[in-house]
T-cell receptor
């Protein structure tokens, strides 16, 4: 079975500071991993995904995430936070057996302080 | 269509009434998913349709919830005898054939249901 744990339901950073949102996964088989962002009153939008190619994955809006198998982690980072980054972020996992279901974490709400 | 379309965007209903929520997936996407997002909660899986296969209903919280998908395209989620705890945002997503776990999902903007 697959699952993800997002540490910290709320994260606050100052504008211009580093953003780090944590995600740890549990999977008995090699995983596919995803980060989604949800802006207020909108659906979820795919930020980036890891599908067993490069372990450092770059996504939209200068976000990136690194797959670390030894740490079972897929943390999301951005060097410099913008006010527009304020949103809810969800980590998700599926497995490489071809299953279709994604398993989502409980989300981390990012607040950016001016 | 260009994206996943959900309607209505907002629905207020009285306790005990039935509601229908509609999802129109991306053209050509054979997989369709319904999730529920309650205030301050993560995403709760409800039901999954893949082509003509029997749907995976394992996430439906009670027999008041049902969903169908006509012609392999549009899906309707029906909640009978609504309760206040049904208040949530209902999200629909679609993905290419057998690819949700690889390509990820494309989500609609959701239907915000409020039961008063």
């Amino acid at each position: 079975a697959q699952s993800v744990t997002q540490l910290g339901s709320h994260v606050s950073v100052s504008e211009g500071a580093l953003v780090l949102l944590r995600c740890n996964y549990s999977s008995s088989v090699p995983p596919y991993l995803f980060w989604y962002v949800q802006y207020p009153n909108q659906g979820l939008q795919l930020l980036l995904k890891y599908t067993s190619a490069a372990t450092l994955v770059k996504g939209i809006n200068d976000f990136e995430a690194e797959f670390k198998k030894s740490e079972t982690s897929f943390h999301l980072t951005k060097p410099s936070a913008h006010m527009s980054d304020a949103a809810e972020y969800f980590c998700a996992v599926s497995d490489q057996t071809g299953a279709n279901n994604l398993f989502f974490g409980t989300g981390t709400r990012l607040t950016v302080i001016p | 269509g260009a994206g996943v379309s959900q309607s209505p965007s907002n629905k207020v209903t009285e306790k005990g009434k039935d509601v229908e929520l509609r999802c129109d997936p991306i053209s050509g996407h054979t997989a369709l998913y319904w999730y529920r997002q309650s205030l301050g909660q993560g995403l709760e899986f409800l039901i999954y349709f893949q082509g003509n296969s029997a749907p995976d209903k394992s996430g439906l919280p009670s027999d008041r919830f049902s969903a169908e998908r006509t012609g392999g395209s549009v899906s309707t989620l029906t909640i009978q005898r609504t309760q206040q705890e049904d208040s949530a945002v209902y999200l629909c997503a679609s993905s290419p054939v057998s690819g949700g776990g690889y390509y990820g999902y494309t989500f609609g903007s959701g239907t915000r249901l409020t039961v008063v």
